[in-house]
């Protein structure tokens, strides 16, 4: 090799020189040429049989569902066991809850914010409840009378939950009348027809509240007292005798508490102390105008107050401790017959649902405020036309108002002597 080199000509070994070195260059920098030069896209197959078994088996079952869509991949036998069975399931069958899961939070500000939660769709509903507006007499017979099957200007009702039993203030009978179910005569339970102060009197009973033990307490307006009447006695035990009240035109009884409406004073007592009113008729937030009507809030707002503010037009909420109320339907001082407003309102009772059932006296009917996802301005005449009248469907001058436990409609139909029934139908 050396006599060879020697042999070559100057020229020639000055070319081998660079071509060596290039060469050396090109061994000593083998990763820089691989990075540099574009790495040839290798075929479908060659990647499949490089690639990990399972990669291949999933690329292939790819491949097989893009050459025919109709069929589907294979799964997982765990995952084709929950698909069979979920198909063989009923469709009506619900799932299983876990039991801590299917419980209400235990702490009880999240209780209760689930059932107002719940309550909020169920009420609503509530919005579009029908009633029949052809009423059924249950009580009385349209005249005025001192007959068993007679009432006189009835003023207020209690209905008993339990069973339906229909107790009547009838105010200018000087009596309180119990109407059982389909009964054509009621069974006076208080009060002898005579008006006078005596224990086993009465005068002008404008509201009747009877306990789950069937005792009764009466608003006795004339007498300017409460009378409490044990159940099967018709001799009353006056249990207001402190108070100082005047004429009472409304009763309640919740947690050992007996309230009354006082339209003498114009204020809303509690066992002798005033919780609604300053006792000085007047139009301010903190002061009421001859109430002559009102209920508890005992579901969910416990202890507050929904009164009847006949001389403002106005029903007015309460809250337990508060000194000032809230107009929650009509327009203060304004008498008006439009849906947001009311003529001399003299009762109001609430549902299982808080909604608001209001007497609109002088415009002749029942109005309907839902009190759910939000308070509503605007109420909704379910009983009576606004025409008085004595057909059927109309009221004359109505005073009471109460509610079964399957949310029928019953109305004190005052001047025409009568207890009207408005079967819910919807």
């Known amino acids: 090799r050396e006599q060879q080199q020697r042999s070559r000509p100057p020229q020639q070994q000055q070319q081998s020189r660079p071509q060596q070195q290039s060469r050396q260059q090109q061994q000593s920098r083998p990763h820089q040429q691989q990075r540099s030069r574009p790495r040839p896209q290798q075929p479908l197959r060659l990647r499949l049989q490089q690639s990990h078994p399972q990669q291949q088996q999933q690329q292939q079952q790819l491949r097989r569902h893009r050459q025919h869509p109709q069929q589907q991949l294979r799964q997982h036998p765990q995952q084709q066991q929950q698909l069979r069975r979920h198909r063989q399931r009923p469709q009506q069958q619900q799932l299983q809850l876990h039991p801590q899961q299917q419980q209400l ?34 009580a009385g017979n349209g005249s ?19 069973t339906s039993d229909i107790y009547i203030a009838d105010s200018l009978n000087n009596r309180v009348v119990k109407w059982l179910p389909n009964a054509t005569s009621g069974i006076v339970i208080a009060g002898t027809g005579n008006a006078s102060p005596a224990s086993s009197d009465l005068n002008t009973p404008r509201d009747v509240f009877a306990d789950s033990t069937g005792n009764i ?17 018709t001799v009353g035990t006056t249990v207001s005798t402190s108070w100082g009240c005047g004429n009472l035109f409304g009763v ?3 947690n050992s508490k007996i309230y009354g409406c006082d339209i003498t004073k114009s204020v809303i007592w509690a066992n002798g102390t005033g919780v609604a009113g300053i006792q000085i008729a007047g139009s301010a937030s903190n002061q009421l105008n001859q109430p002559q009507g009102f209920t508890i809030d005992t579901l969910y707002n416990k202890s507050t107050l929904y009164v009847a503010n006949s001389m403002q037009h106005t029903v007015v909420q309460f809250f337990a401790g508060s000194s000032t109320g809230t107009i929650v339907a009509g327009i203060n001082g304004v008498q008006s017959s439009a849906s947001n407003g009311l003529n001399f309102p003299v009762a109001v009772k609430l549902d299982s649902l808080a909604n608001v059932f209001i007497v609109d006296n002088n415009n002749h009917r029942i109005q309907l405020y839902c009190r759910y996802p939000f308070v509503n301005t605007t109420g909704r005449t379910i009983a009576g036309t606004g025409v008085l009248g004595t057909s059927a469907t109309q009221l004359y001058y109505p005073a009471g108002v109460a509610l079964d436990s399957s949310m029928n409609l019953y109305v004190a139909d005052t001047s025409n002597h009568r207890v009207q029934k408005f079967m819910r139908i919807a």
């Open 144 to 162: 005025s009378g001192t007959g068993a099957n007679q009432l006189n200007q009835p003023w207020n009702i209690f209905i008993d939950q339990a």
């Open 252 to 254: 309640y009884v919740y």
């Open 105 to 138: 939070p235990r702490h009880p500000q999240q209780q209760q914010l689930r059932r107002h939660q719940l309550l909020r769709c169920k009420h609503f509903v509530s919005n579009s409840w029908i009633w029949n507006n052809t009423a059924i007499t249950v």
């Open 217 to 233: 307490y009466v608003a006795d307006s004339g007498n300017q007292r409460v009378q409490f009447f044990r159940n099967g006695s």
